[in-house]
């Protein structure tokens, strides 16, 4: 028979990132139904599957992405991602070498040709950068190397973190103006993380209602931006 050390017998927690950690599943998979469906829309519109497409992601870090995107057909090889701390580019490339991943600051620029990703995609990069000249530098790039008939695809917060001043929301407005004249549609989504780590351990069930029937706790937005 197993015996107690004392010190409990689950003492290890999965980081609150992780997938193993109930908040960041719920979220994660939420997410995902919207995402999906984004995905649907435009397969549909342009008659071609996923799985042929290309995709870019700006603040790619370690390519914690490019799982989620697989699960929808997407093929490495046709991933690439840019990423401002080497380290964390090192690591991606290291898992997906038959991707194109890059070092470097997209707001100097992006090293890929105009019109050369059916997706071009960003997740929590534009609360983390402080300077608006940088902000519209990597939304004019972002919109230089996105296909006009592809599709640029944003997740992000729309609130401030109150425990990180260099986190700052970026709202609907301004994702606009960062990306005019192309049309944007938006979805909120994310039960905010405070609240989806007390209540998701508890009640999954609690959870989804809340995050249904209460907008104003949903923490992040999805929008799918395209050319008019």
């Known amino acids: 028979m197993a015996t107690d050390s004392g010190t409990g017998d689950l003492e290890w927690c999965p980081h609150i990132y992780s997938p193993l950690h109930p908040a960041a599943l719920f979220v ?41 995107f697989q699960k929808f057909g997407l093929r490495s090889a046709n991933y690439a991602g840019m990423e401002l701390d080497p380290k964390s580019a090192a690591k991606a490339n290291a898992m997906y070498p038959d991707a194109d991943i890059r070092a470097g600051d997209a707001s100097k620029g992006l090293p890929w040709d105009d019109e050369s990703f059916d997706v071009v ?21 972002m919109k230089r190397v996105c296909k006009k ?59 989804e209602a809340l995050e249904t029937f209460f907008p104003f706790l949903r923490s992040h937005v999805i929008a799918e931006i395209e050319v008019p």
């Open 121 to 141: 995609f960003q997740s929590t990069v534009f609360t983390s950068i402080p300077d608006a000249d940088a902000k519209a530098k990597i939304a004019d790039e």
């Open 28 to 68: 994660m998979q939420r997410r995902q139904r919207i995402i999906r469906g984004v995905i649907e829309r435009m397969v549909r519109r342009r008659q071609s599957p996923f799985s042929q497409c290309s995709l870019l992601e700006i603040g790619c870090g370690a390519g914690q992405w490019v799982l989620e």
């Open 149 to 207: 008939d592809g599709l640029i695809l944003w997740y992000d917060f729309t609130f401030d973190n109150p425990k990180n001043a260099n986190v700052k929301g970026v709202g609907k407005r301004e994702v606009s103006e960062l990306f005019s004249p192309w049309k944007c549609r938006f979805r909120t989504v994310s039960l905010a993380p405070p609240i989806a780590r007390r209540i998701v351990p508890v009640s999954w069930f609690l959870a």
